[in-house]
Nanobody, 127 residues
Framework: QVQLVESGGGLVQAGGSLRLSCAAS????????MGWFRQAPGKQREFVAA????????YYADSVKGRFTISGDDAKNTVFLQMNSLKSEDTAVYYC????????????????????WGQGTQVTVSS
């Protein structure tokens, strides 16, 4: 069973930076793409960023463009999220996700596109 594990969350002041990491429990399986979602208290889980290994291509939510950068290593099934200029509204639990590629299509913003999810890591931005 494939499991994803996030790390790097914590408490940071507004304007600061954090780097999130995500790694798969199994090193031999392959993925088509990986991404990050977040969920704040009382709100729905929302798309943050994703990376498709072929090309490669990256995708970002409008709310984080210019501040967050996604990167990763296809061979290692790992993904990172560099978060700069953090705002209080970035406070949320951040989840890592992986798409197996079995669907034959890719809608990067859709939660049901992804086959595997991590347990989440808390990011708190204080003012």
């Amino acid at each position: 069973q494939v499991q994803l594990v996030e790390s790097g969350g914590g408490l940071v002041q507004a304007g600061g930076s954090l780097r999130l990491s995500c790694a798969a429990s199994e090193r031999t399986f392959s993925t088509y793409a990986m991404g990050w979602f977040r969920q704040a208290p009382g709100k729905q889980r929302e798309f943050v960023a994703a990376i498709r290994w072929r090309a490669p291509s990256t995708y970002y939510a409008d709310s984080v463009k210019g501040r967050f950068t996604i990167s990763g290593d296809d061979a290692k099934n790992t993904v990172f999220l560099q978060m700069n200029s953090l705002k209080s509204e970035d406070t949320a639990v951040y989840y890592c996700a992986a798409d197996s590629g079995r669907s034959g299509i890719y809608y990067f913003e859709r939660l049901n596109q992804y086959d595997y999810w991590g347990q989440g890591t808390q990011v708190t931005v204080s003012s």
